[in-house]
């Protein structure tokens, strides 16, 4: 892999990064920028490197496969996350009541939902790089194979 490959990679990170979280306020069901950013960069480096080379050519490097999937990644991401924040999920606006039964119930839910998603956030950071390594190192034009 070329040095440029992993320069856009970065900046496709930082540019939807930045739209996303600045813009439309919104980073994926995790709500890191952190967590977002790095999502972002590894899919765009292990499309860069896995994808069909395509598309025009900047300093030996075909940059729009890593683009578009960026793109699309950062749009499911923004499409899955819940609109209302999990603050703003209390019951009577805010009020303070005594806990019920429902409540108890949906605070489970609602830890139960998170350790979910906090384990396919892992597997799937290991997955991404697993795929950015590998596609460096098994890449057609690499010297080093």
Do not use: C
């Not at 890593?66 to 991401?77: C, H, K, R, S, W």
């Not at 009541?97 to 396919?120: D, L, P, Q, R, Y």
């Amino acid at each position: 892999m070329s040095f440029a490959g992993i320069l856009f990679a970065l900046f496709y990170a930082v540019i939807l990064t930045a739209i996303f979280s600045l813009v439309f306020r919104n980073t994926g069901p995790w709500g890191g920028f952190w967590i977002f950013f790095f999502l972002l960069f590894f899919v765009s480096l292990g499309a860069g490197q896995w994808a069909v080379p395509a598309g025009p050519v900047a300093w030996g490097y075909y940059w729009v496969p890593g683009l578009i999937a960026a793109i699309v990644f950062a749009l499911l991401l923004a499409a899955v996350a819940s609109p209302i924040s999990p603050a703003s999920r209390r019951f009577n606006n805010g009020k303070t009541t005594k806990n019920t039964t429902i409540e108890k119930i949906h605070e489970e839910e609602t830890a139960a939902t998170v350790a979910v998603i906090g384990i396919f956030f892992w597997v799937l950071m290991v997955i991404l790089i697993i795929a950015a390594i590998a596609g460096v190192i098994f890449r057609q034009d690499n010297p080093l194979v």
